[in-house]
């Protein structure tokens, strides 16, 4: 992510390959993205995309395949495919079909990509994409670096890897222990996709280019900070990942944890990449190891949400009849450090709720009251700074103001900045900055290792001690709600209550 300022640069030429070119990753998000850097003239000036994959197919097929389903993709709202951009992507593709358990595969990809550098003059740089199942993330390093595709004596290799990063603190451990056997971390991009979203990029621009918000970004003037992210969606056809999954392990240490650190890092010394991950890091480390008294679960039960009838978790496909894995998780942090000693940090993600939102929201502490002690201080509303990470994806500020007339009477109202008013936006589905960063070398905004294994220390305590200790009153929360009464209860104790999901 580039902090300075002037339209972005193509970057050096290089050849991608992603392994599971023919799955729903790839589709959806990756080629989209990449079509958007074409449209905007953002993909390396000479560029080879090599797919792979064991499905049968041919370059003609794996193209025209993906040119379909991006047409379908735009059908559905977005713009109408432009020809010149998607002739510029469709004629760097290239389709090796092969297994990635078998060596073979990796030999012919080094022939392909020696012969294609020798055409194309790719200066040796590769990216090699893993949007695989995670069982593979291992395998590929290892088999990557035994055909010796992980060096080159002109270029860069690098490697995404998607998420999830391990199940727990021990297989991310070990995950890391096995790729760094042959990768330099510099080498190494583990991506998050939340990290592509302009507003929680914004996040960084809002606190740091913006002296206002500095002397009050801290103990002293916040009294704690609520993050949500909310879904209307169930888990749709994904049960039997759900199932071995959660709501806790598939959202927390990943996503809600990004936020967090971005909402919390200490000013970095510059936008290198190595400063900003450090100040992440240090958030993740000063996070308390979770006691169970500070997390609380739940499950969806059967319901209606905008009157139509809708399943419960445990009627849901491939999902055990008497589940206890939580849909919906709640979670009061504490980040041990001198910024936000006192403050806390409270998480809550959870499926079929009342509406589909991401947002951070800080409530400062209350003005000394005597001046309005004729008015009662219910009737105060607090001051809120909400980040809005999607929908709407903007800045609110909530504050008290003097309703007209000769009474002196308050009202809490609403300062409103939303990002389509103000800027010109063009169609994303997230992933273009996080490729294009890829190809320029830019890993601000992917986690380190020592960034993965915190935020799993951190959510360790709790995910060890449910699966002891399964729940008995499940399901706990109707469709469209906002979640168990015991998330309610997690905040009532510290004498607050959650903002409305609405
Ligand atoms: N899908 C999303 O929206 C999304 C979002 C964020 C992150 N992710 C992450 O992205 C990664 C990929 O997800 P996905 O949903 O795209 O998975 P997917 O649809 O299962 O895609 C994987 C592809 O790899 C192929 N494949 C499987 N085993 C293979 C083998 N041994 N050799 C060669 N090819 C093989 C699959 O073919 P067959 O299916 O024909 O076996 C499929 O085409 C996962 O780590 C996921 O967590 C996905």
Redo the contacts with the bound molecule.
């Keep these: 992510m580039s902090m300075s300022p002037g339209s972005p640069k193509p970057p050096p030429s290089c050849a991608m390959v992603i392994f599971?070119?023919?799955?729903?990753?790839?589709k959806?998000?990756v080629v989209p993205a990449l079509y958007n850097l074409s449209k905007s003239d953002l993909l390396p000036p000479q560029f080879a995309l090599v797919g792979?994959?064991?499905?049968n197919k041919t370059d003609q097929t794996w193209r025209s395949d993906l040119h379909d389903f991006l047409e379908q993709l735009s059908g559905s709202g977005g713009a109408k495919i432009e020809q010149a951009p998607w002739d510029k992507l469709g004629s760097a593709m290239s389709y090796l079909p092969?297994?990635?358990?078998d060596p073979a595969t990796f030999q012919k990809l080094r022939r392909h990509l020696d012969e294609l550098d020798a055409k194309q003059q790719l200066g040796g740089n590769v990216l090699f994409y893993f949007?695989?199942?995670?069982r593979?993330f291992g395998p590929l390093v290892d088999a990557l670096a035994q055909a010796d595709l992980l060096k080159s004596d002109k270029g860069w290799r690098r490697v995404v890897i998607?998420?999830?990063f391990g199940h727990d603190l021990e297989s991310a451990k070990a995950l890391n222990t096995r790729i760094l056997k042959s990768l330099r971390e510099d080498q190494v991009y583990r991506i998050d996709?939340f990290l592509g979203k302009e507003t929680v990029q914004n996040i960084m621009a809002l606190r740091f280019a913006n002296g206002m918000f500095e002397p009050i970004w801290n103990r002293d003037r916040i009294d704690h900070v609520q993050i949500t992210v909310a879904e209307t969606l169930g888990i749709e056809s994904r049960g039997k990942f759900y199932e071995s999954t959660g709501a806790l392990r598939d959202m927390v240490p990943n996503h809600l944890f990004q936020l967090v650190a971005m909402m919390a890092m200490e000013p970095p010394t510059s936008f290198d990449p190595d400063a900003v991950r450090a100040k992440k890091a240090e958030v993740f480390k000063a996070v308390h190891p979770l006691a169970l008294t500070n997390a609380v679960r739940g499950q969806y039960g059967a319901g209606t949400m905008e009157g139509k009838p809708v399943r419960g978790y445990r009627e849901e496909d491939n999902v055990a009849k008497d589940s206890f894995v939580e849909t919906f998780v709640a979670l009061r942090l504490s980040i041990d450090n001198w910024r936000w000693a006192g403050v806390p940090f409270y998480l809550r993600t959870g499926k079929r709720l009342a509406k589909r939102t991401t947002e951070i929201a800080i409530r400062f502490r209350e003005a000394p009251y005597m001046l309005f002690r004729d008015t009662p201080v219910d009737e105060l509303g607090a001051n809120w700074l909400i980040l809005q990470i999607q929908p709407d994806e903007g800045i609110r500020l909530r504050f008290n103001a003097k309703r007209p007339g000769p009474e002196l009477a308050l009202e809490n109202v609403a300062m409103d900045f939303r990002y389509s008013d103000w800027f010109k936006q063009s169609p994303a589905v997230g992933y273009e900055t996080l490729l294009y960063d890829c190809f320029t070398g830019d890993a601000t905004l992917f986690q380190r290792a020592d960034q993965v294994e915190a935020a799993w220390a951190a959510v360790e305590p709790v995910l060890d001690a449910w699966k002891q200790k399964p729940v008995e009153a499940f399901p706990n929360y109707a469709p469209g709600s906002a979640g168990p009464a015991c998330a309610d209860e997690l905040l009532k104790r510290d004498g607050r209550a959650w903002r409305a999901i609405r």
């Design positions: 599971g070119a023919n799955g729903d990753l790839t959806r998000l792979v994959d064991h499905n092969g297994d990635f358990t949007a695989t199942a995670d593979f998607e998420k999830p996709h």
